[in-house]
């Protein structure tokens, strides 16, 4: 059974950062591209950030370029994502998902999710 477990959440100020992680199990992690996407209370579920299988390339949402940055470790089966210079707008719920599509920025290109993990950025 697939398995991504988010984690790194938490309550940060402005301009503080945060590094979340994404742990997964199930499949053969390395042969799949990895999003982020993060949901706002009241508000749909946004793409963040994807990268390739093999961490060259990457793809980030225009309200995060320069701003954050997504990795990936295949031999730890685990993918990052560094946020900085946070904004109280980047509270959200964040989600990590796998995808066999290259570049996949909709979320109905993509298969298993995570639980989410929580950031809140406070003024």
């Known amino acids: 059974q697939v398995q991504l477990v988010e984690s790194g959440g938490g309550l940060v100020q402005a301009v503080g950062s945060l590094r979340l992680s994404c742990a997964a199990s199930?499949?053969?992690?390395?042969?799949?591209?990895i999003g982020w996407f993060r949901q706002a209370p009241g508000k749909g579920r946004e793409f963040v950030a994807t990268?390739?299988?093999?961490?060259?390339?990457?793809y980030d949402a225009d309200s995060v370029k320069g701003l954050f940055t997504i990795s990936r470790d295949n031999d730890k089966n685990t993918v990052y994502l560094q946020m900085n210079s946070l904004k109280p707008e980047d509270t959200a719920d964040y989600y990590c998902?796998?995808?066999?599509?290259?570049?996949?920025?909709?979320?109905?290109?993509?298969?298993?999710w995570g639980q989410g993990t929580q950031v809140t950025v406070s003024s």
């Open positions: 199930g499949r053969t992690f390395s042969r799949y591209y």
């Open positions: 998902t796998d995808s066999e599509t290259r570049l996949a920025t909709m979320r109905g290109e993509y298969d298993y």
């Open positions: 990268i390739s299988w093999s961490g060259v390339i990457t």
